[in-house]
């Protein structure tokens, strides 16, 4: 299984709803991503979780809040977005070895989210 | 085919032709570089990566040159495929931080 699967593919909601987005990984993989992409940009980081502590928020506002119950699951909470928080949200995972060699991370299909 | 990376953010191919996606990543110290091909609609998926201690390495049809001494990196394409249409980002972090910088990318396009 090399998969990392997002849920829900697409959500809409409304700038004062609270929503979560939710990512799954079975690859036994200790490092897991939220990033944000634009239409025709790269993805951009958001969070690092590293064994299932958070190790990198790239300056995040505090409407995104990110959780990870265990090494297999990451979520996003979302409250209070603007329309300009709409984007392709992408979850990635990676074998995340402390202090060892950077290996490849796999990304889910993502969360095409819109704030209206 | 061969695009200038970031002047020029779309490359047109015949297909059958071999396809050269140049990347100039911005940080020196950078010792992993991962190439990724996105889809439409789709989350980036990873084609090939290379470590700083190599200057080439080789896929299946596509192959990865680094050169560090001007921070250059690209993605060789053999006998390119429709398939192949997509948008290519090339992706840099170092010393086994988790911080991955992608580049601006480039989109192939593959004329039948």
């Known amino acids: 299984d090399t998969e990392v699967t997002q849920t829900p593919k697409h959500l809409v909601m409304g700038m004062t709803n609270k929503k979560s987005l939710k990512c799954e990984q079975h690859m036994g993989h200790r490092a897991m991503y939220w990033y944000k992409q634009k239409a025709k940009k790269p993805p951009e980081l958001m969070f690092v979780?590293?064994?299932?502590?958070?190790?990198i928020n790239e300056s995040v506002p505090s409407r995104f809040s990110p959780e990870c119950p265990n090494s297999s699951l990451l979520n996003l909470h979302l409250h209070a977005l603007q329309p300009e928080d709409s984007a392709l949200y992408l979850c990635?995972?990676?074998?995340?070895?402390?202090?060892?060699?950077?290996?490849?991370?796999?990304f889910g299909q993502g969360t095409r989210l819109t704030v209206v | 085919g061969e695009s200038v990376g970031l002047h020029l953010p779309t490359l047109s191919v015949q297909e059958g032709d071999n396809s050269i996606i140049n990347c100039a990543y911005s940080n020196s110290a950078s010792d992993y570089f991962i190439w990724y091909k996105q889809e439409s609609g789709k989350g980036p998926q990873f084609i090939i990566d290379?470590?700083?201690?190599?200057d080439k390495r080789q896929g299946q049809r596509v192959t990865v040159l680094l050169n560090k001494t001007v921070k250059h990196l690209s993605l060789q394409i053999a006998a390119t495929q429709p398939g192949d249409s997509a948008v290519y980002f090339c992706?840099?972090?170092?010393?086994?931080?988790?911080?991955?910088?992608f580049g601006t990318g480039t989109k192939l396009q593959v004329i039948p």
């Open positions: 990635a995972s990676s074998q995340g070895l402390a202090g060892g060699a950077n290996t490849e991370a796999f």
């Open positions: 992706a840099e972090t170092y010393g086994g931080y988790q911080k991955v910088t």
């Open positions: 290379i470590r700083s201690n190599m």
């Open positions: 979780y590293s064994y299932e502590k958070l190790s």
